[in-house]
């Protein structure tokens, strides 16, 4: 069994910075990319960001140079960092990731429970 496990939420003002931070756990053989996604209140879960398990990353356009997507291997988490926030990225951030585990060693893409992200203005 995997689990993704978000943390680094929370309420903060216009122009200020929060770090996300997503560990997975389990029977995991490989993470492939990991990414976040977002969904605000009566809208679509949308892209955010990715990183491959070479460190190549993608952004949505909205958030290009002032989030920044990184991960940690050894301790199999990725990180969203988030500076210089704006009202319209409040939303529930989720995690999720591509990962190679269990005893018969399948593909499937995993999902975080979401950590809320205020932003006021």
């Known amino acids: 069994q995997v689990q993704l496990v978000e943390s680094g939420g929370g309420l903060v003002q216009a122009g200020g910075s929060l770090r996300l931070s997503c560990a997975a756990s389990g029977s995991i053989f490989r993470i492939n990319a990991m990414a976040w996604s977002r969904q605000a209140p009566g809208k679509q879960r949308d892209f955010v960001a990715i990183i491959t398990s070479v460190g190549t990353t993608n952004y949505v356009d909205s958030v290009k140079g002032r989030f920044t997507i990184s991960r940690d291997n050894a301790k199999n988490t990725v990180y969203l960092q988030m500076n210089n926030l704006k009202p319209e990225d409040t939303a529930v951030y989720y995690c999720?990731?591509?990962?190679?585990?269990?005893?018969?060693?399948?593909?499937?893409?995993?999902w975080g429970q979401g950590t809320q992200v205020t932003v006021s203005s």
């Open positions: 999720y990731a591509t990962i190679v585990a269990g005893v018969a060693v399948t593909t499937q893409t995993y």
